[in-house]
């Protein structure tokens, strides 16, 4: 027996090196289970979402006792055995019944990540979850007994109930042990045989093969594993015949392994490894084009188009390792059903949340630092936003608020809105609150100028604080945590009608195609994305001011001018200063830049500056040449941002719609 012991224990090491799949299977379960919870029409809830529901908490509760996570095992045993009764039609459900589930889903996902970090589980949250869902089962329990007396009939055995063979190959004798043990957990183990490198058992249960076959490939092969249905006689004696998977015409249930075209799992730091070197190879193709523009030698021609089919190969590949890297907007606007359907029962609002966009991609360094921002604009929507019932019914608008979440690739980049319906932003109300708080601000500022003042610092409408809103930080964090993702963000607002925000983010960082620009000796490069146009100023064109400002008149609109040179206190020739300007725009502004030359677009591999210098104001980051030169890539905002007081000052600042203030 001590050996057998010692011999189990080692399986179970053994085991526990494949906990990772396990810990990232059981988050996609709950993130399932959460989601089909929250979709359930509790009038008339669906079958099929019932069994979803009930195959998700019946699968991890298997996988959680395979690797011994026993909080887990017994909450979800719980949180089953209440769902199968719903999903049978002996507990009828209401919204307080969900409102429970969801919280025995998040106090699961405590347990998950205490396990996943090698800790025991919060004792508090597990016995109270239990003793709320043993106390549904125990009325459940009481109200079937009633309803079966005052009819006269006695107690049966659950329709869904049936006896399944269950055949595993090509098993030692320790994980047979194993495997016994995780089958009682299943239902009634009613006999079982093994062989040297077989097990065999019928199994008396309400959990489908499917279900089965889902817990036991937590540690087996699919291939190894069979399913059969038996007979079971019913109440008056006879026999029926239970399918193994419910809706599937054949008898058999032994499943093969998945097609080779599936889905694998791969560290995000080993894909960061390959991106690494594919910018290498891109950097080194760059400095073989260079070479081979001033080869002069006979087969010069033929080494020029090798280059070329080089470059053409580089950058299919390139494209082909950053799709690795690139996640859907699923798996951020997936989180958000959950916090309206939470914050709104608080709140007390009626909240339909509409989401556009899904299936659009953006890189996963960059999907997983937008999560936060954008919490922040859903709860600032909700709270600030859509107004109570009462309140929208008095406006004539429907009692119901909508809240819209989109995505949308546009070019390069990704644009991302947050849309309400609801009350506005108040222009009157904000200016007041600016001035309150010590902000010089004009009344002749645009309406787009006086919405950017809800992104200031510790800037706030909300007439008392609560653990929503109130404390004057959100905003603020969302501007800088998206400026710091290279993106930028702008409002548009009516009155009683509504509020957009609207996010621009590039698909990666870590491949820009850029447009390189020299001032004296220096080359810079500035973001494709950004440059609207280029042209020569006549000296019409230009017009001075005290102090060095200058701006740019083109199509009627005056645009702030400034100069690289005198930013960067760049010194060299100058007779051809000021020859060619760039209008971009960022952040909602457009501005011009004097440059020397314009020697064309590249792609850029981005190397960060910071991380192997310091941070530079204007500057958002480096690369790496053809020739083996560094040039610098331009923050755009932050150069706005460094003469925006000047130009304000100025009166000159312009907007994207031509406006000036």
């Known amino acids: 027996m001590k050996v057998m012991s010692a011999r189990f224990r080692a399986l179970l090491m053994e085991i526990n090196e494949f906990s990772g799949v396990f810990f990232s299977e059981a988050e996609e379960l709950l993130a399932e289970m959460e989601q089909q919870l929250l979709q359930l029409n509790v009038e008339k809830p669906d079958t099929e979402e019932l069994n979803a529901i009930f195959r998700a908490a019946h699968s991890l509760k298997g ?55 090698s800790q025991e589980p919060d004792e508090a949250g597990y016995i109270y979850i239990s003793e709320a869902l043993q106390q549904i089962a125990l009325q459940d329990k009481e109200s079937a007994l009633k309803d079966n007396a005052d009819s006269g009939n006695t107690p049966v055995r659950n329709s869904a109930e049936s006896l399944l063979t269950v055949s595993i190959k090509d098993v030692d ?51 190894q594993i069979t399913v059969q249905p038996e007979a079971v006689s019913d109440t008056a004696g006879g026999c029926t015949d239970i399918p193994a998977v419910p809706n599937n015409p054949a008898v058999q249930t032994s499943r093969t392994s998945p097609p080779e075209t599936g889905n694998i799992r791969v560290a995000v730091s080993k894909v960061d490894q390959i991106i690494n070197q594919v910018g290498e190879l891109i950097i080194t193709q760059a400095m073989l084009t260079e070479l081979t523009s ?15 089919q080089l470059e053409r ?83 004539g608008k429907p009692a119901i608020g909508k809240l819209t979440l989109s995505a949308e690739h546009h070019g390069g980049n990704i644009i991302i809105e947050v849309t309400d319906d609801g009350a506005g932003l108040n222009r009157e109300k904000i200016l007041q609150k600016a001035r309150s708080q010590g902000m010089n601000v004009s009344d002749t500022l645009s309406d787009e100028e006086v919405w950017m003042l809800i992104f200031s610092a510790g800037f706030s409408t909300a007439e008392k604080v609560t653990d929503v809103s109130g404390r004057g930080v959100g905003m603020d964090v969302v501007r800088r945590n998206i400026n710091a993702m290279g993106g930028h963000v702008d409002v548009t607002s009516k009155l009683n009608a509504g509020t957009t925000v609207r996010i621009l983010l590039p698909l990666t960082l870590a491949i820009l195609d850029g447009m390189l620009v020299q001032v004296a000796d220096e080359i810079y490069v500035l973001p494709l994305g950004a440059v609207m146009e280029s042209l020569r100023p006549t000296p019409q064109m230009i017009r001075g001011f005290v102090g060095g400002d200058r701006l740019l008149h083109v199509r009627g609109e005056y645009l702030p001018l400034i100069g690289l040179r005198e930013r960067f206190r760049i010194s060299g020739p100058t007779e051809d200063a000021d020859n060619i300007v760039v209008i971009v725009q960022s952040a909602g502004y457009r501005y011009a830049l004097c440059v020397d030359q314009l020697i064309g677009q590249q792609q850029v591999v981005v190397k960060n500056l910071e991380q192997n210098y310091r941070k530079v104001q204007g500057i958002s980051a480096a690369t790496i040449l053809g020739n083996g030169s560094v040039a610098l890539i331009l923050d755009v905002a932050e150069l706005f941002a460094f003469d925006k007081q000047k130009n304000n000052m100025l009166g000159c600042t312009s907007r994207v719609d031509g406006a000036t203030a």
């Open 313 to 395: 190969n580089i950058r299919e590949l390139q494209e082909s390792v950053m799709s690795v890297r690139m996640m859907p907007m699923d798996y951020v606007f997936s989180r958000f059903p959950r916090l309206v359907h939470d914050l709104g029962a608080r709140l007390n609002k009626e909240v339909e949340l509409i989401l556009i966009g899904g299936t659009a991609e953006l890189d996963k360094s960059l999907i997983e630092r937008i999560i936060d921002p954008l919490t922040h604009l859903v709860r600032n929507s909700l709270d600030h936003g859509i107004e109570p019932v009462n309140e929208r019914v008095a406006k």
């Open 63 to 117: 996988g959680a006792g395979t690797f011994g996570f026993t909080m887990l095992q017994q909450t979800t045993h719980l949180l089953e055995n209440i769902l199968d009764n719903a999903r049978s039609g002996s507990l009828t459900l209401t919204k307080n019944l969900i409102n429970l589930f969801l919280q025995a889903k998040d106090i699961m996902q405590e347990q998950l990540e205490a396990y996943k970090t």
């Open 294 to 308: 001033h080869s002069e030698s006979c087969n010069s021609e033929l080494l020029r188009q090798c280059a070329a």
């Open 173 to 223: 004798a320790e994980e047979q042990v194993l495997l016994e043990n995780e089958l009682a957990h299943l239902g009634e183990l009613v006999d079982i045989s093994s062989t040297n490198s077989s097990l065999t058992a019928r199994l008396r249960t309400n959990a489908t093969a499917e279900d089965i076959v889902c817990v036991l490939c937590f540690i087996l092969d699919e291939s």
